[in-house]
């Protein structure tokens, strides 16, 4: 069993910046590959980015690549999504998830946190 709790949503203006964290219990938890998802209102939850421990392989979705990095630190069993250059459009509830494989997709995940909620205010 894997439990994520994460923290670092909040308002933001357009252009800033705020890193989301992800805490997980897991006594493995290099063993899983983690992801954030995020789901705006009426719309379905979409990938964001995901990480591989295996090689440090690291996958964006489109509409974030080249202003969002996903990390991680597995001796402290934190993964991280620094968000910069922030649009409205990025405003959603940010999940963190932890699966097998650094799926683009929810049905490789497992485990899902509660959520977090980021605001971008144009």
């Known amino acids: 069993q894997v439990q994520l709790v994460e923290s670092g949503g909040g308002l933001v203006q357009a252009g800033g910046s705020l890193r989301l964290s992800c805490a997980a219990s897991?006594?493995?938890?290099?063993?899983?590959?983690m992801g954030w998802f995020r789901q705006a209102p009426g719309k379905e939850r979409e990938f964001v980015a995901a990480?591989?421990?295996?090689?440090?392989?690291?996958y964006y979705a489109d509409s974030v690549k080249a202003r969002f990095t996903i990390s991680g630190d597995n001796a402290k069993k934190m993964v991280y999504l620094q968000m910069n250059s922030l649009k409205p459009e990025d405003t959603a509830v940010y999940y963190c998830a932890a699966g097998p494989l650094a799926a683009g997709t929810e049905r490789g995940y497992d485990y899902w946190g509660q959520g977090t909620q980021v605001t971008v205010s144009s």
């Open positions: 897991a006594r493995t938890f290099s063993s899983y590959a």
């Open positions: 990480i591989s421990w295996s090689g440090g392989s690291a």
